[in-house]
Nanobody
């Protein structure tokens, strides 16, 4: 049973843009307080990119990415989005959507607080 489905990845040139989408199962979205985006580059650990509270829409970003990436959500569609702008080759990675109950706001980058994960969508920048 697939509960989170990402889409929107692809291959773009340096400086290009992409918009990733994550559609959640209605139950998953309704019972999760946060939806987040993580990424994993080849040979590197998975890292938190951005997160958004499903309730009031408060957003969180990795400091190094703030200003280029924008996270948003559409509760009517049980969806979260990640807009990637001014992409760099270093942004090449598999991007994962996650959903869960995050007890404290500053825990949003902890993978183990997210119960649900998508299978990922590949972003390649050259």
């Amino acid at each position: 049973q697939v509960q989170l489905v990402e889409s929107g990845g692809g291959s773009v040139q340096d400086g290009g843009s992409l918009r990733l989408s994550c559609v959640a199962d209605a139950y998953v979205y309704r019972t999760s307080t946060y939806m987040a985006w993580f990424r994993q580059a080849p040979g590197k650990e998975r890292e938190g990119v951005a997160a958004i509270q499903t309730g009031d829409g408060t957003t969180y970003y990795a400091d190094s990415l703030k200003g280029r990436f924008t996270v948003s959500r559409d509760s009517a569609k049980n969806s979260a989005y990640l807009e990637l702008n001014n992409l760099e080759p270093e942004d090449t990675a598999t991007y994962y959507c996650a959903a869960g109950i995050v007890p404290k706001a500053n825990w949003w980058r902890r993978e183990n607080v997210y119960k649900y994960w998508g299978r990922g969508t590949q972003v390649t920048v050259s």
